[in-house]
C-alpha cells in the first residue's frame, strides 16, 4: 500500500491514504509524500492563477486546475491525520471543504494548532488566500499543463492554445498530434484545426470525442460530472444531422432518444385545440427528449430543425444507466423536466 502513494493516480493515493493506519513504519513514506503533495498544491494554485477563467476552455481548464487543488489538499490533510492526530485533521479536511469563510477559518487555525509542523508552515500560506500569490504568462502555464502528467489538464491545455491563440505552442501542439496518445493528441489536432494550422482536406465533418465533452461540461445537466464520466457519454453518444424543416421529435410518439443540440436551433411546437402552437426555440447546449424517457410517456411536444441542426443523440437505456449510476444528474434532469413543464403551462397561458 505504501508503494500506492508514489503513484500518479489520484484514486490510487486517495485508496492507499483511506487503507493506511498510523504506524511508525509508514512516518517516512508519508513525509515524502506531504512534501511532493506541497508542492504539487503549490503548482497548481500558481497555474490556477495565471488561467483565465473567461473563455468556453480556458474557463473548464480553471475549473479542473480548482477542483484538483482542492483535492490536492485533502490528501494533504488525510497524509497529517496518519502523522498525528487523526480525528483532528478529519474535522479541518470538513472545515475546508465547507463554503463558509468561518469555518475554513476555523480549520486553519486548528491545522496551525494541532498539524505537523515540519508541514504546517509550507501548508498554510497556500490555504489562507487562494487568489493570491505568483502568476505565470498564460503561454507559460499553458506549456506546463501540457508538459505535466495529468491526461485531463493536458488535453484541455492544448486545447485552449487555440482558444487564447497562444501561436508559440504551435510546435508542441504539432508534436503533440502525432506522439501523444488518446484524448491528448485529438485535442492538439483539433486546436491545430481552428488555428488553419492542418490541411484544409484533413477537416472532419464529426465532432471528436474532445468537443464532445467540452459541449456535454457546458450543458447544466451534465456539467457536475467529472472529465472522465463526459468522456463515456461522449463516446457512447452518436452524431445525427438534420436538414432545416427536419422533423427531429414528434408529439405523441414514444421516445428511445435524448437529443443534446451541437450545432443549430430548433423548434418547439404542440397541437392544441386551436391548432400547432410555437412554445419555444432551443439553442446549441440545450437537451430535449429527456421527458418521454425519464417519465416512460409520450413526446409532449414536436421538434423541428430551424436551419442546419447537428445533435448528440443519447439512447434511452444509456440514459437511465447515467442517471442510475449519478443520482446528481437524476436531480439535475428533474429540475429541468418541472421547468420546462412551468414553460408550456406559461406559454400555453398567454397564447390567444
Not at 40 to 64: A, F, N, V
Not at 175 to 200: C, Y
Not at 266 to 280: D, M, N, Q, S
Amino acid at each position: 500500500m505504501l508503494t500506492a502513494l508514489n503513484s500518479i493516480e489520484y484514486p490510487t493515493q486517495d485508496a492507499a491514504l483511506a487503507a493506511l493506519t498510523p504506524d511508525p513504519v509508514i512516518v517516512q513514506p508519508l513525509h515524502a509524500f506531504a512534501q511532493r503533495a506541497i508542492e504539487q498544491l503549490r503548482w497548481l494554485r500558481r497555474i490556477e492563477l495565471s488561467i483565465p477563467d473567461r473563455g468556453r476552455i480556458t474557463r473548464y481548464l480553471h475549473d479542473l486546475l480548482t477542483d484538483r487543488a482542492v483535492a490536492c489538499e485533502q490528501r494533504l490533510i488525510a497524509a497529517l491525520g496518519l502523522l498525528g492526530d487523526r480525528s483532528a485533521m478529519q474535522q479541518v479536511s470538513l472545515g475546508l471543504r465547507s463554503h463558509s469563510a468561518d469555518s475554513r477559518a476555523a480549520a486553519l487555525e486548528a491545522l496551525d494548532t494541532l498539524g505537523d509542523q515540519q508541514f504546517v508552515k509550507q501548508i498554510i500560506p497556500l490555504l489562507e488566500d487562494v487568489r493570491s500569490g505568483e502568476r505565470l504568462l498564460i503561454e507559460t502555464a499553458l506549456k506546463q499543463c501540457i508538459e505535466s502528467n495529468d491526461l485531463w489538464l493536458r488535453a484541455l491545455a492544448a486545447r485552449a492554445v487555440a482558444e487564447m491563440n497562444a501561436i508559440e505552442l504551435i510546435a508542441q501542439l504539432r508534436a503533440l498530434s502525432i506522439e501523444a496518445d488518446g484524448l491528448v493528441s485529438i485535442a492538439a489536432r483539433d486546436a491545430l484545426h481552428e488555428m488553419d494550422e492542418v490541411n484544409a482536406m484533413e477537416t472532419l465533418q464529426t465532432m471528436s470525442v474532445m468537443e464532445r465533452v467540452l459541449l456535454l461540461h457546458d450543458v447544466p445537466l451534465f456539467a457536475a460530472l467529472a472529465s472522465d464520466d463526459l468522456t463515456q457519454i461522449a463516446a457512447i453518444a452518436r452524431e445525427q444531422w438534420y436538414d432545416a424543416g427536419a422533423l427531429i421529435c414528434r408529439e405523441g410518439e414514444q421516445g428511445q432518444e435524448m437529443h443534446v443540440i451541437a450545432q443549430g436551433q430548433v423548434r418547439v411546437t404542440k397541437v392544441t385545440p386551436e391548432g400547432e402552437k410555437y412554445l419555444a426555440t432551443r439553442y446549441t447546449g440545450d437537451f430535449l427528449g429527456e421527458m418521454s424517457i425519464v417519465l416512460a410517456t409520450q413526446r409532449t411536444a414536436s421538434v423541428y430543425a430551424a436551419g442546419e441542426v447537428r445533435t448528440l443523440v443519447i439512447g434511452a437505456e444509456a440514459l437511465k444507466t447515467i442517471l442510475h449510476d449519478r443520482p446528481d444528474v437524476a436531480s439535475a434532469m428533474m429540475r429541468g423536466i418541472m421547468q420546462r413543464f412551468r414553460e408550456v403551462e406559461d406559454h400555453l397561458a398567454r397564447s390567444p
